[in-house]
């Protein structure tokens, strides 16, 4: 997708950082920029992300040093039911918070609670999953990348390594991008993908179903994690079953880049979750003090980009820092 400057400019940002203080890491801050003040608006973050989930914590990072770049207040909030994701967005909706950002892993849940704040006239963006749904629902913009072509990219790497049968593992049900994940690799690894249903909240027994199937299924020669504490989890099994599976993962976390270093991950699909939290507080202040729009009705796209053993020492450092 072709990038707007003010988007190329934003991106640039992000190459000088400061300091910001976040949840258990420490977040780097963009430079001040001379955008639009929102005059303290209060924008309220709401995904569904589990509370201490290391892809989250990027997210909340970047929100975080965005609002601290721009003096404006900003929560976040996560819960991975949408009963209970909708519930965060009808409390913002009542507090009247200046915008809202929000992850949409399941969209039918959510409609009716982001049908409420863009009829309250709050503006809302999306973020990370949901982008065929955004526009249709009212929000501004949708910020993210194409979870179709990113498994179609980490399909292409795979063949590439020899893998003819994947296991590709499935870690929340219901979350329409992680299946377009899978969807994705199956279109371009020219062999088998099987698909198999686990649970994020419980990685002892991710291990124990992956290293069963290896055990099982001997011709299962990939595997390909959507979540980074799952690819942790899917090394082990790997090891456990004696296996000589390849293993790829979607987004990062120290641990998986210290795998990437050491050889026993291929690569990791990064959606540069960082600018999923620091470009919707952008986008959100420029829209509030100079009805600014991003994107012109297309998403704008964080990624896919490609972590490998050739580049990952330099990620390394990075993700130290809570912004990788």
Not at 132 to 142: E, N, Q, V
Not at 164 to 181: M, P, S
Request: charged share 15%; hydrophobic share 40%.
């Amino acid at each position: 997708m072709r990038r707007t400057p003010i988007v190329l400019a934003l991106l640039g940002a992000l190459a000088l950082t400061g300091c910001s203080s976040s949840g258990g890491q420490s977040a780097q801050s963009p430079p001040a920029a001379s955008a639009p003040a929102a005059g303290g608006a209060g924008f309220a973050v709401i995904t569904h992300g589990a509370p201490g989930d290391s892809f989250w914590d990027v997210v909340k990072n970047g929100a975080e040093a965005a609002g601290e770049q721009y003096g404006v207040t900003v929560t976040y909030q996560g819960d991975g039911d949408p009963a209970k994701q909708s519930q965060l967005i009808d409390q913002a909706v009542s507090q009247k918070v200046d915008g809202i950002v929000v992850s949409m892993a399941n969209p039918d849940a959510l409609k009716e609670a982001i049908g409420k704040a863009v009829a309250a006239k709050i503006p809302v963006v999306t973020i990370n999953s949901g982008a065929d749904s955004s526009k249709a629902f009212g929000a501004i913009t949708h910020v993210g990348q194409s979870e179709d072509v990113a498994g179609r990219g980490a399909g292409e790497q795979l063949k590439a390594a020899g893998v003819t049968k994947l296991l590709c593992v499935i870690h929340e049900a219901g979350n329409v991008g992680l299946d377009q994940r899978c969807k994705g690799a199956e279109e371009t690894l020219g062999g088998t993908v099987e698909r198999l249903q686990a649970d994020v909240s419980n990685l002892a027994d991710v291990t124990s179903k992956v290293t069963a199937k290896l055990q099982s299924d001997q011709q299962v020669n990939g595997v390909l994690a959507l979540n980074p504490a799952v690819a942790v989890a899917a090394r082990d099994a790997i090891r456990d079953a004696g296996s000589q599976a390849k293993l790829a993962t979607f987004d990062l976390s120290a641990d998986v880049v210290t795998a990437i270093q050491d050889g026993e991950i291929l690569f990791a699909v990064d959606q540069q979750q960082y600018l999923q939290g620091y470009l919707p507080i952008t986008f959100l202040n420029l829209y509030k003090g100079n009805l600014n729009t991003v994107g012109g009705g297309l998403p704008v796209n964080t990624g896919p980009g490609f972590v490998t053993k050739d580049n990952a020492a330099q990620v390394a450092r990075l993700a130290e820092a809570g912004t990788r």
